[in-house]
């Protein structure tokens, strides 16, 4: 499975963007898939995953109300809304797909990552 991910920009705070992860595979139904995000200086950390259909997802304290992950299986895409947005936020925003789980939270249960796109928020 090959991702890429696009979307980010400069936004003001409050503001919104969305994220696409475009899959290459036909498998793509098949994976549970999240995001991640990792800001300079700081370690990668989860902010939002969902199962293979979209029935399920999941998000860290420090996101959720202000993020929405989905996916479209009949398109290979998984989407990150993100609302209301903070300066920290600011980041490199990676999605992944993770085989063998109905949904995954930890970076060791991703087995293929997209390359990052930035996210900036300007106070």
């Known amino acids: 499975v090959q991702l890429q991910a696009s979307g980010g920009g400069l936004v003001q705070a409050g503001g919104s963007l969305r994220l696409s992860c475009a899959a290459s595979g036909r498998t793509f139904s098949s994976y549970a898939m999240g995001w991640f995000r990792q800001a300079p200086g700081k370690e990668r950390e989860f902010v939002a995953a969902?199962?293979?259909?979209?029935?399920?997802?999941h998000y860290p304290d420090s996101v959720k109300g202000r993020f929405t992950i989905s996916r479209d299986n009949a398109k290979n895409t998984v989407y990150l809304q993100m609302n209301s947005l903070k300066p920290e936020d600011t980041a490199a925003y990676y999605c992944?797909?993770?085989?063998?789980?109905?949904?995954?939270?930890?970076?060791?249960?991703?087995?293929?990552w997209g390359q990052g796109t930035q996210v900036t928020v300007s106070s």
């Open positions: 969902i199962n293979w259909s979209g029935g399920t997802t």
């Open positions: 992944a797909a993770a085989g063998g789980y109905f949904l995954a939270q930890q970076e060791y249960e991703y087995d293929y």
